[in-house]
């Protein structure tokens, strides 16, 4: 319920000036966070939460940084602007900093951008932002297409009722519904080339693929899973895809010719996250094991193990109830840093080129259920189950020269192109990530 003059109540935000924390510590600190406003109190909600079968809420920044979606109620998201020079919500920054420059624009004036609120009849379960590429070449259109979306940044939500929603972006107007999946969707994800593919998991254990500039016309269904799909995401370059859902195998999806090329078997319990590093190198998976582990998803073959208990549980009690199941995990920019969320209340910021024991902040009481780093890497957002979302300063660290010349080569060679280079072969392993300091 809003004010009589339609606007939200300052209590939903709990506002922070930036300046006030020493951003140069470099260790990780919460810097802010966005509360539920007492009128949209689920409990107050008829929802069948039952539907969604291990819910997540998602939270999701725009890849430009202008945005942050917020899923703050069961039918309400909102899309918070972000400011990404001052790494806070730009609606609210003090008043004396609102005339400064913010991201490429004025924030004081007409160009004041404004939370926009999204609302829907089905609950929201996803969402993500697709910022098409005018570079990318898109097909010569041999038919009407009603909706033209090179010039056009959308927002796509996934609900309850298996149906997939797009809106503008700059102003929230509904644009189009995609209909096909028969259950709740669970993730969506955008190519990152600026294509406008689009990538849907749903709890119909399948994932389908949509084409944004052929007005959202499906080109595919990914049948693989034999429970329900819960997550899915791209490679930095496009060439891949990684799904989970409710079972302990990851699969991974060329996206040239969109067939399953290999499944990945370690975990076991559900795995239910996954994010590629920004190299498309290492793919990084969480699971109810207690356990995120990292993947070359080009060989299938465990690179690495991050343990959230010491020491690691036997099979009986990883694969069954504990208190240690990991939610959530996120790549970092700079390739060096994953931050995971789990059941004990722990967001854990791992250093993989440094020490094994990861820092970790105490979170809230709420149960953390999903976590994302910042397009730039100087913020971690943490979603929780009562729609509170927290923001987090991301620890600062200085990578290695050669640490950012194997991310370099690593983007444009392949594992199995590794070993045709003519380089010692201890900068083979090196580049495979078999050694990573």
Not at 367 to 386: E, F, H, M, N, Q
Request: include cysteine.
């Amino acid at each position: 319920m809003l004010p009589e003059d339609g606007k939200e109540k300052e209590a939903t935000f709990r506002l922070w000036n930036p300046s006030e924390f020493d951003i140069l510590s470099g260790a990780a600190q919460k810097i802010g966070e966005l509360r539920q406003n007492p009128a949209d109190d689920v409990w107050k909600e008829q929802v069948d939460f039952k539907v969604t079968r291990g819910q997540c809420w998602h939270v999701v920044f725009a890849p430009d940084e202008s945005y942050f979606a917020w899923i703050s109620a069961p039918r309400k998201l909102l899309l918070v602007p972000w400011d990404r020079e001052r790494n806070c919500i730009a609606s609210q920054l003090p008043s004396t900093l609102k005339e400064s420059r913010v991201d490429g624009g004025i924030v004081g004036g007409p160009r004041l951008r404004e939370t926009i609120t999204l609302t829907c009849q089905y609950p929201f379960l996803c969402v993500n932002f697709g910022i098409s590429n005018k570079t990318v070449k898109q097909p010569t259109r041999t038919s009407w297409t009603r909706y033209d979306f090179a010039n056009v940044n959308v927002v796509a939500t996934g609900h309850t009722n298996g149906r997939i929603r797009i809106w503008n972006l700059e102003t929230g107007a509904f644009l189009t519904e995609l209909i096909s999946h028969r259950a709740a969707i669970r993730d969506l994800a955008f190519a990152p080339d600026g294509s406008l593919r689009l990538i849907s998991a749903s709890l119909d254990k399948t994932l389908k693929g949509w084409d944004l500039h052929e007005d959202g016309n499906m080109f595919k269904t990914f049948i693989a899973h034999k429970e329900e799909a819960l997550w899915c995401t791209w490679s930095p370059n496009s060439k891949l895809l990684a799904s989970t859902g409710n079972e302990k195998t990851v699969f991974v999806w060329g996206m040239d010719n969109y067939k399953l090329i290999r499944t990945l078997e370690g975990h076991s319990h559900n795995v239910v996250s996954c994010s590629f590093s920004p190299d498309g190198a290492v793919l990084a998976t969480a699971s109810w094991d207690t356990q995120v582990i990292l993947w070359d998803p080009y060989l299938g073959v465990i690179l690495y193990t991050l343990y959230h208990v010491h020491p690691p549980p036997s099979l009986i009690y990883a694969s069954g109830a504990n208190s240690a199941w990991v939610r959530g995990v996120s790549y970092s920019k700079n390739g060096m840093n994953v931050v995971t969320v789990s059941d004990d209340h722990l967001i854990r910021f791992w250093n993989l080129m440094g020490d094994v024991d990861p820092e970790g902040i105490a979170g809230e009481d709420e149960d953390p259920l999903s976590c994302i780093y910042s397009p730039s890497g100087r913020c971690v957002a943490v979603g929780t189950d009562k729609f509170k979302v927290t923001f987090y300063s991301a620890p600062v660290e200085i990578p290695r020269l050669t640490h950012l010349a194997r991310m370099a080569v690593r983007k444009v060679v392949l594992t199995q192109h590794v070993d045709e280079l003519e380089i010692p072969n201890s900068l083979k392993s090196y580049l495979k990530y078999k050694v990573w300091v």
